[in-house]
């Protein structure tokens, strides 16, 4: 058994351990989704060739040096390119393609615009209430709130390594140590964690409980409605009851908050609720959780690079904002590369049906809805099992990955292949 | 014997973590169904206003003073491998003690251990609620939001 860190979802576990034999695969502590990550080692549908698409309109395989040389060409050429994806990339191949970005003078983006555009807008990273590591978490989290977030189907093993059931400095008992609320207009799986199981019912029931909670907080001598958005006074009214006595509250969100008609209007109000809980006596800290693995790293690299956290257009210097999915969408880009990431998969439909008309580059250990439409397909090593590098978990905490076996014959990893794309790029012009 | 999670009776409690019974009502909710503390030891309970609520705690507990048969299941079908089961596991913080603080089960000590994505019970006997210890321990099960465990 090799140890391991688990690039599945953003939480990158770093206790679990992997045996790789051929054709089998074995391990301890990954969760289901982390374990269907490390199949990909074992799969026969593995990518392990170069595929260039041929004036038929077929894929046929191709050495690696016309498929660079192929997709060096495409970019060099290309008046404005698209780099897209990103964000299941370690930093060392996120600051390559910033690179390569700057030389050909394309369009730099990240999955983060859709996941991390709106968070940003509304000022929900980079405070203090933002600064907390999942440890701090689990240490001192003695109420811990999951709003439209569902961890339990999510990022599997948050509950059980952070945020519900170990034990920490502050929660001797683990579990019994903490108030667990989730508020959700669904009945998820995660609600059954919670002491507090708060199930909304109506389109504006986050603003309407979001107010009603934050009212009660600030203190109000008027007596409380009967119910709010479905849920029964007493229901709620004991939760702020519970919120005032906590020393400590840790608030994650997640897409049942972000993409909603309403979260123009909840996403104030939630800063509003961490502002209001957090007193000289009390911390309340607020993360997101967000899916792809290293979405944080991939916005860290691009800040670094460009002073943008995403979306960032190398023709203009500086380096301007974007909007990268509009540009898709009305077609101003004639080729795109794709890196890890299936952006055909991922974008909203209207930006996927326009990228998938243009000369698309794409790198990938599986095939994919992005790669049956690529123009060159460059198969990539696996990232924490035959690629390492930096990257950073959900909470912003930076971790190394070390690869413990090499890439099947005739596949590089994403680092060598971008590294070699911007060398051909830099000679030529 | 009845089915019953520390969450019923916790609802039915003050719920004002006065802790007159020495803990929050969380953990005194988790300990009555264990039979580790008695109903009693809540006094606010004999208040005026909890009449209703006491009489169907005192209904609820009834069955857990006669426990007998038992066993657990573990529905690999629906098991997402979270690892809630083996965190919250007493005998497996006892066998392995980082297990509690949220670590993955690495030895063959304890009685879940996740592998290959899935959890396995690899040690039943260890389970309290055979003897010697013959407690009415759920936590397991109380704890996995699939709903992949069953006691009975
Ligand atoms: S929770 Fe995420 S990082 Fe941890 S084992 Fe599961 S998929 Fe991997
Ligand atoms: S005595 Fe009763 S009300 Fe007080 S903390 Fe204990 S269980 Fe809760
Ligand atoms: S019922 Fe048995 S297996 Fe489940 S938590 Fe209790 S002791 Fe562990
Ligand atoms: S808590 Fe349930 S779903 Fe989670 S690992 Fe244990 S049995 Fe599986």
Redesign the interface.
Known sequence: MKDTVCCGCSLF?D???VKVQKTE????????????YYEAVISSSRLNSPLLRASDGKHTPGSMDEALDKAAELLRRSKKPLLFGWSTSPNEVIQLGLEIARSVQGVFDSTASLEYGTLLQHGLVGGEANKVSLDEV?DFGEHVIFWGANP??SH??L????A?????DKIP?????R?ITVVDIRET??V??A?HQLVLKGGDADIEILSALIHELEGTDAAPPDQVAGIPAIEFL?LG??LK?ADYVAVFYGNGLLHRPQTEATLPLLTKLVSTLNTEKRRCTLLPLIAYSNTIGAVKTCLAFTKQPFAVDFASKPPKPCSALDNIVSGDFDVALSVGVDALGFLPRPAARALQKLPLISLSSLPSLTTNHARVVLPTALTGVEAGGTVNRVDGETLTLKPFQSPPKGVLTEEQILTQLLQRITDSS | MAKLNP?QI?KLLP???CKKCG??C??FA?RLVLREVSLEECTPLTEPGYKEQLATLQELIAPLLTAEETGIKLDEEI??????C???CPVDAKSEPDT???????TSETVF??????ALIINLSKCRRFPPDRVNCR?CEQ?C???AIEIW
């Open positions: 576990c206790d679990v351990c695969l074995s391990s301890l502590g990954l969760c289901g989704l982390g374990h269907g689990r339990a189907e599997h093993r509950a059980s390594r952070f519900v059931f170990p034990m920490g008992e683990g579990r019994e140590s108030t799986e995660s059954r964690l002491n004991s009851k519970q006595l | 969450m916790y719920r004002t973590n803990m929050t969380m953990a988790t098991c997402s491998g979270c690892g809630n083996v965190v919250v509690a603080y949220g670590k993955a089960a690495r251990r996740v592998e290959n994505g899935i936590v704890g939001s699939a709903g």
